[in-house]
């Protein structure tokens, strides 16, 4: 059985270790550092699974919305 990844079952470091392993690439790209939208699960602000929707719900709307019109045959869609 896998290890919970929940505030309450983890420490600082290993929630530290959790996000490095999940991005599983140097977070450093071009200045930007994808790790900083883990840093409220790290200091045990929110859940994993609560950054992850709102990343979802901010982001992937505008790409299925974007996809949608760019593919549109006259449908209505």
Do not use: P, Q, W
């Not at 290890?3 to 930007?32: N, P, Y």
């Amino acid at each position: 059985m896998a290890k919970s990844v929940l505030i309450k079952d983890t420490t600082v470091d290993e929630r530290i270790e959790i996000v490095r392993d999940a991005l599983g690439f140097d977070s450093d790209c071009e200045g930007i550092d994808f790790s900083d939208m883990y840093d409220d699960y790290i200091s045990g602000k929110k859940e994993l699974a609560d950054i992850n929707r709102e990343f979802s719900e901010k982001h992937c709307a505008k790409f299925v919305a974007s996809e949608l019109k760019e593919h549109s045959r006259g449908c209505g869609f």
